[in-house]
């Protein structure tokens, strides 16, 4: 069975700080990884995704991910957050068409 | 284009009380997805749907809950005989297709489930 695991439950930065997130999953298997975001009031809406190729991947607001095979995990970075970043971000993994999704990282920046 | 919609958005139910839920994907989605996500934690697998076949329903958490997606666009979640466990916001995604799961899934609100 997949599970993921995400290490930071509530993370509080100020605006211009670096961010970076922990995921990690096991499965020994071909999986598919992807970083979702909830800003408040809206709906889960993909951030970036991994799935082949160069395992260092961008995705929308300046956010990207790294995957590294050998330690099971795919952090997602930013090198200057905004407060408009605040929201609850979450790690999936997924294979043959079912996903698992780590708990999530509630992310508050303060202006 | 529109989105994926679900309706009620909020659904309060009494202990024993049957509820259906119903999810209206993204016009051409192949794959429809189920989630349950309780307070604080990530969205759970319950179910998916390539067109109107139910590939996998694994994550269901009892033969109380039933889905359906009968002409491979529309679908509805039930929940027989609630009980205070499935309290929840239960989440609809739908995505283009299914090729090992690399394709995005489109989230849509949820629906608020409080049973008492």
């Known amino acids: 069975a997949q599970s993921v695991s995400q290490h930071n439950h509530h993370v509080i930065l100020s605006e211009a700080a670096s961010l970076e997130l922990g995921c990690n999953y096991s499965y020994g298997g071909t999986v598919n990884l992807f970083w979702y975001v909830q800003y408040p009031g809206q709906h889960l809406q993909l951030l970036l995704k991994y799935f082949s190729g160069d395992p260092l991947v961008k995705g929308i607001k300046g956010f990207e991910a790294e995957f590294i095979k050998s330690k099971f995990s795919f952090n997602l970075r930013k090198p200057s957050v905004q407060w408009s970043d605040t929201a609850e971000y979450f790690c999936?993994?997924?294979?043959?068409?079912?996903?698992?999704f780590g708990d999530g990282t509630t992310l508050t920046v303060k202006p | 284009g529109a989105g994926v919609s679900q309706s009620p958005r909020y659904k309060v139910a009494k202990r024993g009380q049957d509820v259906a839920l119903r999810c209206d994907p993204i016009s051409g989605h192949v794959s429809l997805f189920w989630y349950q996500q309780a307070l604080g934690q990530g969205p759970e697998f319950l179910t998916y749907?390539?067109?109107?076949?139910?590939?996998?329903k694994s994550g269901l958490p009892s033969d109380r809950f039933f889905a359906e997606r009968p002409e491979g666009s529309v679908s509805t979640l039930k929940i027989q005989r609630t009980q205070q466990e499935d309290s929840a916001v239960y989440l609809c995604?739908?995505?283009?297709?299914?090729?090992?799961?690399?394709?995005?899934?489109?989230f849509g609100p949820g629906t608020r489930l409080l049973v008492l």
């Open positions: 749907f390539q067109n109107e076949a139910q590939l996998d």
């Open positions: 995604a739908s995505s283009l297709w299914t090729s090992g799961g690399a394709e995005t899934q489109y």
């Open positions: 999936a993994v997924t294979s043959a068409g079912k996903s698992t």
